[in-house]
């Protein structure tokens, strides 16, 4: 999909709501620029990621909210926090 926005005098670029939505880019958070040779990629300045308990479903925090569950082994992570609950009740 091609979107086409404009530079400011002071070099800004307004990157369109949607793409922010769908990206999970936040006002103030920083990107990165990268020189491709035939022009530029922007890419999320992301932070290191971590697991999160959201209610009965573990996730993974990005840092502009949480990561879809299929961004990692749902049943591992399961697995995982199940032996450690029965090792854990055999003290």
């Known amino acids: ?13 307004v990157i369109p709501k949607r793409f922010r939505v769908q ?6 958070q920083n990107v990165v620029l990268i020189d491709a040779g035939d022009g530029l ?3 999320a300045d992301q932070p290191a990621r971590r697991f999160v308990k959201e209610g009965p479903v573990t996730a ?7 990561a879809p569950l299929e961004t990692f082994d749902v049943s591992a992570a399961r697995s995982e ?7 854990a009740h055999r003290r």
């Open 81 to 87: 926090h199940l032996s450690r609950k029965v090792h």
């Open 41 to 43: 990629t922007i890419v």
């Open 23 to 28: 990206y999970g880019l936040e006002a103030g």
């Open 60 to 66: 993974i925090d990005r840092g502009a909210g949480t």
């Open 1 to 13: 999909m091609k979107t086409t926005t404009t530079i400011d005098s002071a070099g800004r670029v």
